[in-house]
């Protein structure tokens, strides 16, 4: 409640008043669930002979959420954790020409990899479309690193054209439902690497200017500040690059993060010279994994009785280290960073794919101020 208040003093402040629904300061607080129930349904697409799995989630009218079953993400077989927030294919939201995001995992990883983030931003209002990169994902792990490269924009561009096209179509569910001038496209990791490429191009594929919005997460951006240092020329961007991206982005990170140093954002954030705004939000404690799923399914795991000793011979031994430096009694609490990047992502493509500049108040460093874990900048 103080941090609403707060919100609603700077919006004054700011100039934020209005009798209009897209511009008053009264808005839903970006770090809870918004008005909308929420849908899951998956799709199969053919770009070329690369099948793409597609997880989206979707506003649903409160009304026809009855006789709606809550939504199992399945892991392997049947195992996989219920959601306490979406239901399995209610219909989606009667309203019109509903806002596009789509989201691109980590290198290596999984469409359902930011759960708790998707459901939030489907409740917002947002329809939100994340694929499974073929080749590059936990189940399909063929593809080179420059390979991988090269499919990522192609295969978000393609996962906007499907969602237009189903909204072209009478018989399909999500008809007159996607507004294709209101696109977003945000990315964890390699996925941040693929936001910034739709707005700037990346591994050549040009920028599709169909996308009005980025927000990349721990990012690589400049090739010597990574870890395992590829030798590619896709492995970050240039100067001449970023210099092109025209669109708001905001780049967010942890300060604890050793797998993608927090200093790539500082080097986009000075270099994307020519967007209307650019945000760097940086979750001071927050490692690179506090922005997966991983304590969601590690402590999923140990609630049906699958101790972490167990873990490697199920195949997750992978999960062992990140779920300690993430989830552990002396990690940064998860569920701050997520509460955080909730805030930040929510208000961010509400202010600028919505236009709805109330939630400008929850975009200064005065409000950050209010948020310990939290060093914000804007231009």
């Known amino acids: ?3 609403r208040l707060f919100a609603w003093c700077v919006a004054v402040a700011l100039g934020a008043c209005s009798s209009s629904s897209a511009t008053t300061d009264f808005v839903d607080p970006p770090d809870e669930l918004g008005s909308f129930a929420v849908g899951h349904s998956t799709a199969e697409l053919m770009r070329g002979d690369r099948e793409i799995h597609v997880d989206i989630w979707y506003p649903v009218d409160g009304k026809d959420t009855a006789g709606a079953e809550p939504r199992r993400y399945t892991l392997s077989g049947p195992l996989g954790p219920v959601s306490d927030v979406a239901l399995a294919d209610p219909p989606v939201s009667s309203r019109s020409e509903q806002p596009l995001l789509v989201f691109s995992h980590g290198y290596g990883g999984i469409s359902t990899q930011s759960v708790g983030l998707m459901e939030t931003l489907a409740s917002h209002g947002f329809i939100v479309a994340s694929p499974e990169h073929t080749g590059n994902s936990q189940g ?5 690193f420059d390979e991988a490269a090269a499919n990522r924009v192609p295969d978000v561009s393609f996962v906007i054209d499907s969602m237009i096209a189903r909204s072209q179509d009478p018989e399909d569910a999500f008809h007159n439902r996607v507004d294709g001038s209101r696109v977003g496209v945000l990315g964890h990791s390699f996925g941040g690497m693929t936001a910034i490429g739709t707005a700037a191009g990346w591994a050549g594929a040009e920028a599709d200017p169909r996308v009005a919005a980025i927000l990349p997460v721990s990012a690589v951006i400049d090739k010597e500040l990574q870890s395992d240092e590829r030798s590619s020329p896709n492995a970050g961007f240039t100067q001449a690059q970023l210099e092109t991206i025209t669109v708001p982005t905001m780049l967010m990170g942890g300060s604890e993060d050793v797998n ?3 200093e790539n954002n500082a080097i986009a954030f000075e270099q994307i010279v020519n967007a ?3 945000y760097r939000v940086d979750i001071l404690g927050a490692t690179h994994t506090h922005f997966a799923n991983v304590c969601w399914i590690g402590n999923y795991l140990i609630g049906i009785g699958i101790t972490q000793e167990s873990w490697p ?3 997750a031994e992978d999960l062992l280290e990140p779920y300690e430096t993430t989830c552990g009694p002396d ?3 998860i569920e701050e960073s997520d509460r955080l990047a909730k805030l930040y992502t ?3 493509f509400r202010r600028h794919l919505l236009g709805e500049v109330g939630y400008d108040a929850y975009l200064t460093a005065a409000f950050a101020a209010s948020e310990p874990a ?3 900048f804007r231009k």
């Open 1 to 3: 409640m103080i941090r």
């Open 140 to 144: 399909s792990s063929t593809d080179s």
């Open 260 to 262: 993608v140093f927090p």
């Open 276 to 278: 209307p705004r650019v």
């Open 313 to 315: 011979g199920l195949g």
């Open 331 to 333: 990690a940064f609490p």
């Open 346 to 348: 929510v208000a961010f």
């Open 374 to 376: 939290v060093d914000f």
